[in-house]
């Protein structure tokens, strides 16, 4: 293959990636350039790669990282035979409606409701309506920085509780299932502010996912996430990105959130097929007795009239 390109296609964030063949292993210089790319610009977008079969894209995505097997996903929601792959799909599965047709709604960082939010993400857009069914991507490394140092230092050692009963849309999908998944993943707290493993630079861990954070009251966490989200979503740190068929996008789960826009004609079919690539380290404390946040709401608003 020719040389890698890299052009950026935002200021903040998102670069397209030319002159990659996705097909065969990556030589060392080359992966290490797309790294490098990667982690400057968050979401990398390689296009063209309609004919990636799916143990391409397994092959290709594990060259950056250890492979998700998808054990916290309904069985129904994966490739059959490939586990690696998540299907995210409006079509029907086995004549019922898919449990991922209305998947990422609300702006999130992947799996912050577990202990270990994941590294990062590779989807392929293998079908796609006429018009919409954009995506949107947020840089939080840049979000943190452009915060006032007085709220980066109000901040430095907070925890939120991210719950994945908040995600967008879960009421709609099978009771059973939803049940399942609310008994697996208690909520867990996470700091709000973290630190990239490879490029050491502090990011928020921020989005519509997260029930409160401890030590304020409800009123009080309410006010500063939406002070924080509102930040990170300003136009200036997004990233928009409308597919086109055979588009792999890889996003760096470290240091961004996304959303999975409904802003498209729902009978039209969408058809995505997403590795995701399992975190480095356990950055949650999981909240066995969800009464927690609560309780530690409770003292602080006791400490505060006393
Ligand atoms: O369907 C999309 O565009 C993205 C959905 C999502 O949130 C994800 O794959 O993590
Ligand atoms: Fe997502």
């Given at each position: 293959?020719?040389?890698?390109?890299v052009k950026p296609l935002g200021y903040a964030l998102g670069a397209e990636v030319?002159?990659?063949?996705?097909?065969?292993?990556?030589?060392?210089?080359?992966?290490?350039?797309i790294n490098a790319a990667w982690l400057k610009h968050c979401v990398l977008v390689f296009?063209?790669?309609?004919?990636?079969?799916?143990?391409?894209?397994?092959?290709?995505?594990?060259?950056f990282g250890?492979?998700?097997?998808?054990?916290?996903?309904?069985?129904?929601?994966?490739?059959?035979?490939?586990?690696?792959?998540?299907?995210?799909?409006?079509?029907?599965?086995?004549?019922?409606?898919?449990?991922?047709?209305?998947?990422?709604?609300?702006w999130h960082t992947d799996?912050?409701?577990?202990?270990?939010p994941a590294k990062g993400a590779l989807l392929?857009?293998?079908?796609?309506?006429?018009?919409?069914?954009?995506t949107m991507f947020a840089n939080l490394t840049l979000a943190y920085e452009t915060?006032?140092?007085?709220?980066?230092?109000?901040?430095?050692?907070?925890?939120?509780?991210?719950?994945?009963?908040?995600?967008?849309?879960?009421?709609?999908?099978?009771?059973?299932?939803?049940?399942?998944?609310?008994?697996?993943?208690?909520?867990?707290?996470?700091?709000?502010?973290r630190?990239h493993p490879e490029t050491g630079r502090k990011a928020l861990l921020?989005?519509?996912?997260?029930?409160?954070?401890?030590?304020?009251?409800?009123?009080?966490?309410?006010?500063?996430?939406?002070?924080?989200?509102?930040?990170a979503i300003?136009?200036e740190f997004v990233y928009r990105h409308?597919?086109?068929?055979?588009?792999v996008l890889m996003w760096d789960n470290r240091c961004t959130m996304h959303v999975?826009?409904?802003?498209?004609?729902?009978?039209?079919?969408?058809?995505?097929?997403?590795?995701?690539l399992?975190?480095?380290?356990?950055?949650?404390?999981?909240?066995?007795?969800?009464?927690?946040?609560?309780?530690?709401?409770?003292?602080?608003?006791?400490?505060?009239?006393?």
């Amino acid at each position: 293959m020719g040389q890698i390109t890299v052009k950026p296609l935002g200021y903040a964030l998102g670069a397209e990636v030319q002159g990659v063949d996705m097909r065969a292993p990556l030589a060392a210089e080359d992966r290490k350039a797309i790294n490098a790319a990667w982690l400057k610009h968050c979401v990398l977008v390689f296009p063209g790669q309609e004919a990636l079969t799916p143990e391409q894209q397994i092959a290709f995505a594990g060259q950056f990282g250890e492979l998700d097997q998808h054990a916290s996903q309904p069985p129904a929601t994966l490739h059959p035979g490939h586990p690696e792959i998540l299907v995210l799909t409006n079509r029907q599965v086995q004549g019922k409606p898919s449990g991922t047709r209305n998947s990422g709604r609300n702006w999130h960082t992947d799996l912050s409701y577990t202990e270990r939010p994941a590294k990062g993400a590779l989807l392929l857009c293998r079908e796609k309506p006429p018009v919409g069914g954009d995506t949107m991507f947020a840089n939080l490394t840049l979000a943190y920085e452009t915060l006032t140092p007085r709220i980066q230092a109000l901040i430095e050692d907070l925890e939120a509780v991210h719950d994945a009963s908040l995600i967008k849309g879960i009421e709609q999908r099978d009771p059973a299932i939803v049940a399942e998944m609310r008994n697996r993943n208690p909520p867990v707290a996470h700091p709000l502010v973290r630190v990239h493993p490879e490029t050491g630079r502090k990011a928020l861990l921020i989005g519509q996912r997260i029930r409160g954070i401890l030590g304020l009251s409800d009123e009080e966490g309410a006010a500063l996430l939406n002070l924080l989200n509102a930040h990170a979503i300003a136009p200036e740190f997004v990233y928009r990105h409308r597919w086109s068929l055979g588009d792999v996008l890889m996003w760096d789960n470290r240091c961004t959130m996304h959303v999975a826009l409904a802003d498209f004609d729902q009978s039209q079919p969408r058809v995505m097929h997403r590795c995701s690539l399992q975190g480095e380290r356990v950055t949650g404390r999981i909240l066995r007795n969800p009464s927690i946040a609560d309780r530690e709401t409770l003292i602080q608003a006791v400490a505060a009239v006393a």
